[in-house]
Structure formats: C-alpha cells, structure tokens
C-alpha cells in the first residue's frame, strides 16, 4: 500500500505546476512613511525584459502591467526587497474610495496571484470573488443587516462603525475554497485524506498574503475580515457562488486614511530554532 502511494505522488509530482514567480511591476514608489519603523523607503521592482504569454492586460491604456516572469527574468528581486515589502504590509482601517488603482488594475493582481500561488498537489482549491463599487457597498449592507439581528444592542454601536469603515473602502476581495477540489484529493489519495483540508487552507493563506501585500505595494491599505459563516448564504445567492465555494476570508482594500502602528513581535531567538553542522 505504501510503495502504491508513493508511487501516485511521483506521478502526480510530474504533473505539478513548473516553478515560476508572478512579477507584480510596481511602477510607482510607494508613498513614504512617517513612522520610523516605516522610514525606509521600498525600491521600485523593475519590470521584466521579456514576458511569457500569461498577460493579464487590457486593450485600453493602463499605466501598470502585471505579468507573469520566469525565475530566470528575476534577477532584480532579492530576498531583500521581497522581505521589505513583507515587513511593510500592515493593517490598515477606516479606508477610502481614492485608490490609485483601476477596476481593471486590481482584477489584473488578483488574477497573476491566482495563477502563482502554490497549493498541495497543484490542486488549485482557491476561488474569489472581487467586488468593486456598489457591488462593494452592497456586500457590507448585507453583512450588516445579518449582524444587527444578532448582535446585542449594547454593543451595536461599535459593530455599525466597523462596518461602516468597511463599506467606506474602495472594494472587497472574497476568498473562497472549492470543497469539491479538496473532496476529489481526498479521494484520490485517501492515505493523506486527513491533510487536504488544511492543506487547502495554507494556500488559502498564502494567497491572502500574497494579494495583501501586493496591494499595498501599490499603495492601497488593507485588513483581512472574517465575517463567515454569517452571511454565506447571502453571498451565494447574490454573486451566483457556487454552492461547494465555501467563503473563508474577506480583504478589505482602499486609500489610506492614516499612519498604520508599529507591530510587536516576539524575539527571533524564542520563534525560531536552527542546526547547522
């Protein structure tokens, strides 16, 4: 039984996904910073000489580009500035509806992300639903009304405010995960059926985390929601989500409208445990 699973992991092994990075252009400095933990300004990623032929552009004029690189086309990209745009992307609340990005723009990052980010198997369990404008607005409209039937009203008051900060910003990215992708790994590999759940979600969280960051490399400001199970079936019925999505995460994403706070995290020394000969 065991040498038969190993042997369908090297078969699906050779099926995987080629390696390759999404190359988000940044184009534009992002806007400096007064906190200091945020004074060091983020250089710009240089577009790559040549791209394949995944571009996720459009007819019109856009004055950015996303487009998909091979590893070899991204020499410009270190550890280092990676890693900078990674301890710079914070939590970011009330926003606003001036973003510096279009409707298209925002869609194109979605897409190069969707097409990257790596899942178990090469499974591809993730799914979103992007909501600009008053698709937007109706989304938090609809999430309100499920909470005021439910929240006590002494605590009403706060709860409205979070939601109106929520309906203020520019657009929602809704983050789902196909559970007829999962139930299919589980399947077909049922040794391992117990991992493809979390597994799923791990790449849940990475392509939240991707997305995140990308869009405040852009400038944007962001914050991660979770109002599901709440008003999933709303959500379904509204935006046609088919009924094996089921909704794992919401980011919000907009102008900013303030400083962000510096980020308190515990000492290397007690998170991270090396060996080395």
């Known amino acids: ?17 080629p390696a390759g990075f999404a190359s988000l252009s940044f184009l534009n400095s992002l806007p400096k910073h007064k906190n200091n933990f945020l004074r060091t300004p983020l250089p710009r990623l240089a577009r790559p000489a040549i791209s394949s032929n995944r571009e996720y552009s459009h007819s019109h004029s856009h004055s950015h580009s996303y487009t998909t690189s091979t590893p070899s086309r991204m020499a410009n990209l270190t550890a280092s500035t990676f890693l900078e745009y990674v301890k710079n992307r914070r939590t970011y609340y009330p926003l606003s509806k001036d973003i510096s990005l279009s409707a298209d723009q925002v869609d194109d990052i979605v897409k190069v992300a969707m097409q990257h980010v790596p899942s178990s198997y090469n499974s591809q369990s993730n799914r979103v639903v992007v909501l600009q404008g008053a ?23 706060s709860t409205a405010e979070r939601m109106a900060w929520f309906k203020g910003a520019a657009g929602t990215i809704l983050f789902f995960i196909d559970q007829d992708v999962v139930r299919g790994m589980q399947d077909r590999f049922p040794l391992y059926a117990e991992g493809f759940p979390g597994w799923a979600g791990q790449s849940a969280g990475m392509l939240q985390f991707a997305l995140w960051t990308a869009l405040e490399a852009e400038g944007l400001g962001a914050n991660l929601q979770h109002y599901n199970p709440l008003a999933d079936e709303n959500i379904a019925a509204e935006w046609n989500v088919p009924r094996t999505w089921q909704l794992n995460a919401q980011l919000v994403f907009g102008g900013r409208t303030g400083e962000t706070y510096p980020k308190e995290s515990k000492p ?3 998170t991270v445990k090396s060996f080395r000969d």
């Open 1 to 17: 039984m065991a040498s038969i699973a190993r042997t369908s992991l090297h078969q699906v092994s050779k099926r995987l996904y």
């Open 135 to 157: 698709h937007h607005e109706k989304l938090w409209d609809m999430i309100s009304e499920v909470l005021r039937a439910v929240v006590p009203e002494e605590q009403w008051k």
């Open 268 to 270: 290397a020394e007690e």
